[in-house]
């Protein structure tokens, strides 16, 4: 079943997140940049699996679904599956890790503005690439 609205959804609230990475980006907060373009990610990335006719597992990196469904995706996109699973794994390890940090380990002193110019680059990769491929 194809919920259109609910891929929609994802997209637009994805689109308002992109916006907030610059004020997170400008506030040097680089570990939010990175938790944010985690989130940014998964939400495009499940919208295009929605609308291709499948239901995204309620898991935060959704790369290997994106390798296994390659066959049902835009064709347009074929050359950039790898790409965005890459993505996809690469920011999901440092969700947790970017948001609450660990005993030895302060999120605001261990990411950089590499780090966050990188995530933020590929969140609006994702977005860029999938946005034309979810539609009403």
């Known amino acids: ?13 994805a689109e308002v997140r ?20 985690q989130e940014i990610v998964e939400l495009t990335l499940k919208a295009l699996l929605r609308a291709c006719g499948v239901d995204p597992p309620r898991i935060h990196d959704v790369s290997e679904v994106l390798r296994a469904e390659r ?20 920011l999901r390890r440092d969700r947790e890790l970017a948001f609450y940090g660990a005993e030895d380990l302060t999120p605001s002193g261990f990411y950089s503005r590499e780090d966050a110019e990188q995530a933020r680059l590929d969140a ?3 977005a ?9």
């Open 71 to 90: 066959a049902r995706l835009p064709r347009a996109l074929g050359d950039h599956v790898d790409a965005l699973a890459k993505i996809s794994h690469t």
């Open 18 to 37: 992109l916006k907030a990475l610059d004020v997170l980006f400008d506030g040097d907060s680089w570990a939010d940049v990175v938790r944010e373009s």
């Open 124 to 126: 609006r990769r994702t």
């Open 1 to 13: 079943m194809r919920n259109t609205d609910l891929a929609l959804d994802y997209v637009r609230r």
């Open 128 to 136: 860029e690439l999938v946005r034309p491929h979810v539609r009403s």
